[in-house]
């Protein structure tokens, strides 16, 4: 079938038919997800209230619009926060300001990290940053390219294999064992010892072998492709920003907000982060910054992403270790439940129902108490579908949903490969996302009173970042961002992390985009070192002691013994 100008990537794409500097595109889309988004404001002042501000060209490459979509979630936030603001009886006006060439930056925060002049692959070598994957770690070509995009036995359709948290497991599944890598001299050789093994399988074949094994992966899908899926027509279902009033009992009455010394939007609200890896994270570190109280609970005895930690996805948070198989530290989460306002979940949908501390468990403990509660689940699949408990990654969402297709297209790949895109843009536009949903069941639950359990989901994102209403760039312009930035080229063996660390040395080498101190926060107290500068909260307000902002300086993970939240201070008067 002959290609038609709106499917130049692929089938299901959507291509503008001329060019739009990247602010006033950002105007655009959002009044775009703004009518999409059930219960966020219509009212022109305050969607024109949002001052974009930035660079007329993107500066990620490829044809998605993952800049301009990551910067109109940021607006979103600063909105629904100016609405927080305002029941609490403060007049905070209508601005917002986000600078576009700061959310371009934003999908690389893992990266974008400068300890005491060290910066890039060398901050991850410190004595200071405690490793938490020793597998990662060890150099292993095996290990490193357990994460890559191949071709299956069928033809034009392409494969994203997921190492996940133990790749030998992966890797043992299509039958390759450690003693391989006796005669693996590279990541070439490796990329294609696995790739032959991968060949051996039928796309649907591979796919059922990973989801009965319990592990991740995806068939590469284009946008078309993924839709006409029963999992992708159950995620199409939701929308983007997905939440809903739950509660058995009596109705629970409005939360009074609190006005305290701190006046950023969330101060006084408590929020449990349970979560690993990167997009619960950065939903914890937004609503940190909007001034939450954010007590992150993980367990040493499991594997989380090291380049995290000294990043701004740990700033404004205390960190504890609890192990649930423990009945002590069982009972200390329980506490923490018991005050808490927000329960950010990012393990598999219905992992924490099995513990005790799944949505049910917390509305039981919110209807006793007489206060509501906001409780939301961030997974790769949404919340509902065959696929809704199944382990995904930013790489799988992306294959899954048509990203990775798109950029295949885009480099001028043959039809059904994949090619990942250049950062880790699903996930952390993904925890801005989350930070969304959380905040409008915070303003919900202020207004009417209530119990609200959300969703966010990896894939849902990618889906809106290939809705036609979004569209993709044009090729030409495809072009000229590459001309601009002089991007290096990658295929489907890439793995995500020297990827983004290739596309931060491009950013130095051709622009002064990650030198410009105004996109930054510095830290003089840190324990990984005395001059920790990290990317700083995207949106802003006109008001410095409202403005987003974080009040202490990232730690590692499970750095803090462990307490219960702090009574709120109410100035007097």
């Known amino acids: 079938m002959a290609t038609t100008p709106q499917e130049i990537y692929g089938p299901g794409t959507h291509v503008d038919a001329s060019f739009t500097p990247v602010p006033e595109e950002c105007k655009r889309l959002l009044r775009v997800f703004a009518a999409k988004t059930p219960g966020f404001t219509q009212a022109s002042e305050m969607l024109d209230g949002v001052k974009f501000e930035g ?31 305002q029941l609490r009886g403060d007049d905070p006006g209508s601005t917002v300001c986000v600078n576009t060439n700061h959310a371009g930056l934003y999908p690389a925060t893992p990266a974008l990290v400068n300890i005491d002049g060290h910066t890039g692959p060398d901050v991850i070598q410190l004595p200071t940053v405690p490793q938490w994957d020793k597998d990662r770690q060890s150099g292993s070509a095996l290990v490193f390219r357990a994460t890559a995009i191949y071709p299956t036995a069928d033809k034009d359709t392409w494969f994203q294999l997921h190492g996940s948290l133990d790749p030998w497991i992966v890797l043992r599944t299509i039958g390759i064992e450690r003693d391989a890598e006796a005669t693996v001299r590279s990541t070439d050789d490796a990329y294609a010892l696995i790739g032959s093994r991968v060949r051996t399988y ?47 009992g009596p109705s629970l009455p409005p939360t009074p907000s609190i006005k305290t010394e701190d006046r950023r939007p969330l101060a006084g609200i408590k929020v449990v982060e349970l979560a690993r890896i990167i997009a619960a994270t950065a939903a914890g570190a937004a609503l940190a910054s909007m001034g939450a109280e954010v007590i992150r609970v993980n367990t040493s005895k499991l594997k989380d992403y090291t380049p995290a930690q000294p990043s701004s996805l740990m700033a404004g948070k205390t960190t504890i270790d609890l192990d649930l198989d423990d009945p002590a530290d069982h009972a200390r989460l329980t506490a923490l439940f018991e005050q808490a306002d927000v329960v950010i979940q990012g393990y598999r949908l219905g992992s924490l129902e099995r513990r005790g501390f799944g949505f049910e468990d917390a509305l039981r403990m919110a209807e006793k108490r007489g206060r509501g509660i906001v409780y939301v689940d961030e997974n790769c699949y949404g919340p509902d579908g065959y696929y809704a408990e199944r382990p995904g990654w930013q790489q799988v969402a992306d294959a899954a949903a048509g990203s990775s297709y798109v950029m295949a297209q885009a480099f001028g790949c043959p039809p059904g490969q994949g090619v990942l895109p250049s950062l880790p843009i699903s996930d952390m536009s993904t925890g801005i996302l989350t930070a969304l949903t959380i905040m409008c069941g915070l303003r919900d639950r202020a207004r009417h009173g209530g119990s609200y359990r959300g969703h966010s989901a990896l894939a849902a994102y990618n889906m809106a970042t290939l809705d036609p209403d979004v569209r993709l760039y044009q090729p030409e312009v495809v072009q000229r961002i590459q001309q601009t930035y002089r991007f290096p080229s990658w295929s489907s063996d890439a793995h995500v992390a020297p990827l983004y660390y290739e596309i931060i040395k491009a950013w130095d080498e051709n622009s002064d985009l990650i030198r410009n101190d105004d996109y930054y926060v510095r830290f003089s107290d840190s324990v990984f070192g005395n001059d920790l500068r990290v990317l700083g909260p995207v949106a802003r307000y006109a008001d410095a002691e409202t403005t987003p902002r974080w009040t202490t300086p990232p730690v590692p993970f499970c750095h803090h013994e462990f307490r219960t939240f702090h009574m709120v201070h109410v100035p007097a008067g």
Do not use: F
């Not at 990620?60 to 979509?69: L, T």
């Open 55 to 85: 660079d007329a060209l993107p500066c990620i490459p490829g044809p998605i619009k993952a800049q301009a979509v990551t910067a109109v979630l940021h607006a979103m936030v600063g909105i629904v926060g100016l609405e927080i603001l």
């Open 202 to 248: 039928r796309a649907q074949e591979i796919e059922q072998l990973m989801l009965e094994r319990g592990l991740s992966g995806s068939i590469v899908h284009s946008p078309a492709g993924w839709r006409a899926t029963e999992m992708g027509r159950s995620l199409a279902r939701h929308p983007l920003v997905n939440y809903k009033r739950q509660g058995h």
